[in-house]
């Protein structure tokens, strides 16, 4: 009886072992996150119908179906602008950020207005679409996704009528500290750390004349429930105020709502957060050059070449009342986390604005950065119910150069006024 019984287990055991040569190996949970950082491993992403130098507009629109939007797909097919394709590029973060992803990540839960247990890296690399706040992590993954430690920004905004004339154009000088959640958390600032301090924005107007010698100064907190500190130095009266944060306000005597800023910058709590799943779009590609190039209809659009990336798709809808917005729809990159394009829709349901951001390529460096991180080259906002654009291109970027934190201060704004 004995020997039957080991047989039948032998025999069992059998019918479920691998067949010879498979691979038997799972991969751990630190594999795997270190995977998402890597979604071009096996090669560039491939459409059919779409190969690297070929140029898309209304004749053959139809090949772009697939992975262009509708609201984009649209005026594509109108003969708005065109596009010309180059490969995918692979653009992996900083070997200390992803390290921080593994080290920290399968601690952090979502909190009541902020993440418990937060350290730095991504907060939830690994993404199960089954999950029900997959969209609010997916929102918490964009806003901490890897900027450097220190980013300084010589851009210049425009607004833009349907037949391109510039109505307005202003030049601003932009420094952002990031002095906590930090990869290396010996490089955090231990008062900020105390304060809850996440982030701070300092601001200064080179150009028009009419307000140049403004700054302000912001202070973004690791609570998403706590309203930004904002002060304001006025060049003309040589003071500062503070003002009552308002995402929904257009800065510079501009159209563009704060909240606009990189496909969004608002607050998570104040929204409901959806998750669309994953998906391969075609989005305007890292550009090696200085500056964006611009062309279409009102030279509303980026013709530098876009490419086809793999992206997380989420939607944002308002708990309370909004302005101008029902709802917001962003397509984020999956190795970078940042927005690549992102929709908004008024208050019927109707599509109003679209926003295309382009980035620096990793190799693009005249600046002598030390390290790379995604930093924003470009963004378009184009209103077409009001048949507008603002344009925000970058001239200049440096990452993780040294800055003073007394920058990063309202006695800071007295120093540097004019």
């Not at 190969?51 to 004749?59: K, L």
């Not at 601003?172 to 105390?194: K, M």
Request: proline share 7%.
């Amino acid at each position: 009886m004995r020997s039957t019984i080991l047989l039948l287990v032998a025999y069992v055991c059998t019918l479920h072992a691998s067949p010879a040569g498979a691979d038997t190996h799972r991969p751990s949970r630190d594999e795997q996150i270190r995977a998402v950082f890597y979604p071009y491993r096996q090669g560039p992403v491939r459409v059919e119908g779409i190969v690297p130098g070929m140029t898309i507009d209304a004749t053959n629109a139809h090949v772009a179906a697939p992975v262009l939007p509708a609201e984009l797909l649209t005026h594509l097919q109108a003969g708005d602008f065109a596009i010309t394709v180059q490969d995918t590029t692979d653009m992996p973060l900083r070997d200390e950020y992803i390290q921080a992803t593994v080290a920290h990540s399968a601690h952090v839960e979502l909190g009541d207005g902020e993440l418990q247990h937060y350290v730095a890296g991504l907060p939830f690399p690994l993404l199960d679409p089954n999950d029900p706040r997959a969209g609010e992590k997916a929102a918490w993954n964009h806003r901490y996704r890897d900027r450097g430690d220190t980013v300084q920004f010589w851009p210049s905004t425009e607004h833009r009528t349907s037949n391109g004339t510039v109505e307005r154009a202003d030049r601003l000088y932009i420094a952002l500290f990031f002095g906590t959640h930090r990869p290396q958390p010996e490089r955090n600032l231990p008062q900020w750390e105390q304060e809850g301090v996440y982030s701070k924005t300092y601001v200064r107007t080179l150009a028009p004349s009419d307000v140049e010698g403004n700054q302000t100064l912001s202070y973004s907190f690791t609570n998403d429930t706590l309203s930004e500190v904002v002060w304001l130095y006025d060049v003309r009266t040589r003071r500062t105020r503070k003002l009552v944060d308002n995402p929904y306000q257009a800065g510079g005597g501009g159209e563009l709502l704060m909240e606009d800023r990189s496909g969004f910058a608002g607050y998570i709590h104040a929204y409901e957060w959806r998750y669309l799943g994953e998906q391969v779009l075609l989005v305007p590609g890292p550009i090696q050059a200085p500056e964006s190039r611009w062309g279409g209809r009102g030279n509303w659009y980026p013709v530098d070449p876009w490419e086809l990336r793999r992206v997380v798709v989420v939607e944002a809808r308002p708990k309370g009342s909004h302005p101008m917005y029902s709802r917001r729809v962003l397509y984020i990159d999956l190795q970078t986390w940042a927005t690549l394009c992102a929709f908004a829709y008024d208050l019927a349901g109707n599509h109003k604005r679209t926003f295309l951001m382009t980035y620096f390529h990793p190799q693009f460096n005249p600046w002598q950065n030390p390290v790379w991180t995604p930093q924003i080259a470009s963004q378009t906002s184009i209103d077409y119910q009001r048949q507008r654009a603002s344009i925000f291109q970058t001239h200049r970027a440096l990452t993780n150069h040294p800055l003073n934190p007394h920058r990063f201060s309202v006695a800071g704004l007295m120093l540097y006024g004019k």
